[in-house]
């Protein structure tokens, strides 16, 4: 295991998770990484340890460049457990090591969690000397805990971000440029939209505080080290955390014997008629997250569900359940569905989008049994006139 050199005493030493395939929930179909950064200066630093199960990794990669017993300074940026769960590991291998955390939530959460071991709690553009460098911390509560903060390091210009502008991708090369283009934004996306849209605000704030800063390299706590493409991902930060949406739909649907997936079909289609492109998902044969990632810049969503027991299909209640937790803004949105008799999912689908925060933007469709040809005309009709 190797450290891999990021700069002149610079180097990630971090780990891959090539085999991670859930993140409680997030489907990460390609892995993640735990980024830790090692610094050496008159101090010498480690941003940030990896999840625990990955902490021999860790101290293999320091090890190559250095005696990890040498390292002075510790700083945590984050409580969650991929990023500080080989903190207490890593404390009694650097017995000489401060642990820097954000004050007060970092030291509450680590002290929770890990117990008492050698903190030092710091606090907004609060300064760390380490030698020829210096780091500046910078709190993002909530992007995407309370404790979150960033660090940066001028002299470098290289921010060290931890999950913000990170992503869920495991990759052997440590760069944005050494990765494909469109991979990389897509996985920044999804892991925007599942981790962070509940905290457009918050982002919003962060971005106003990086805004003076002269960045060349942002080191994320996951996935690629943004340096060629920072300009990009910061433009995406700015759109998706300002809730920009744009003439897209998503229809997401479930369906028993083919009937609301008829509609499904025929929405998806009129909204292409209309010149407005649409994404289909059924949602048995989708994650979640995914399909979340194309919800956070369409304009347009189509809810479909048929009614079993008097409810609608607890897949799309799980669908709407999480839609409403990432609490998403300017979207305008409608319910249909098919039904035996009864039918009350799709008043329930109705009002799940509303309680997400949707608009709704034309009346719930209700069809009894089979679509007919005149009902599915009436339905292309009415997106049309939308
Ligand atoms: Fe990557 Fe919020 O932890």
């Known amino acids: ?176 440029d050494e990765n494909d283009l469109p991979t990389i934004l897509f996985e920044a996306q999804k892991y925007y939209a599942n981790i962070l849209m509940l905290y457009g605000m918050q982002a919003q704030k962060a971005l106003k505080a990086l805004a003076p800063f002269d960045i060349e390299m942002i080191a994320t706590g996951h996935g690629i080290i943004w340096r060629k493409y920072i300009k990009e991902i910061l433009g995406c930060y700015q759109k998706w955390s300002t809730h920009t949406v744009e003439e897209r739909a998503v229809v997401v649907y479930d369906s028993m014997w083919g009937s609301t997936e008829k509609m499904a079909r025929c929405i998806a289609e009129a909204f292409q008629q209309k010149g407005i492109p649409a994404e289909f998902y059924d949602i048995k044969k989708n994650e979640l997250s995914d399909i979340m990632t194309d919800v956070l810049t369409a304009k347009y969503l189509a809810v479909g569900s048929p009614t079993i027991n008097n409810q609608m299909m607890p897949t799309i209640a799980a669908f709407l359940c999480y839609l409403q937790g990432l609490a998403p803004k300017n979207h305008q949105a409608f319910a249909f569905g098919s039904f035996g008799w009864g039918g009350q999912s799709i008043q329930q689908v109705e009002t799940a989008l509303k309680q997400a925060g949707c608009t709704i933007c034309h009346d719930k469709v209700r069809l009894q049994n089979k679509p007919s040809d005149e009902d599915l005309q009436e339905i292309t009709q009415s997106i049309l006139n939308m």
């Open 1 to 176: 295991m190797q450290a891999v050199k990021i700069r002149e005493g610079i180097y990630w030493v971090g780990a891959i998770d090539w085999n991670m395939r859930s993140f409680h929930g997030y489907a990460t179909g390609r892995g993640s990484t735990y980024n830790a950064y090692l610094i050496l200066d008159d101090k010498i630093t480690l941003i940030d340890t990896v999840k625990e199960p990955f902490k021999e990794e860790l101290l293999a990669r320091i090890s190559s460049v250095i005696d990890p017993s040498s390292i002075d300074y510790i700083v945590s940026s984050h409580v969650e457990p991929d990023h500080s769960g080989a903190l207490p590991f890593m404390a009694e291998h650097c017995p000489k090591a401060t642990i820097f955390t954000s004050m007060p939530q970092g030291l509450k959460g680590l002290m929770n969690r890990y117990g008492v071991l050698k903190y030092q709690g710091v606090k907004a553009g609060e300064i760390l000397r380490l030698g020829k460098r210096t780091l500046q911390f910078l709190p993002v509560p909530m992007l995407h805990w309370p404790d979150s903060m960033v660090t940066y390091c001028p002299e470098e210009k290289i921010l060290f971000s931890n999950d913000a502008f990170g992503e869920h991708y495991a990759t052997s090369r440590r760069f944005d």
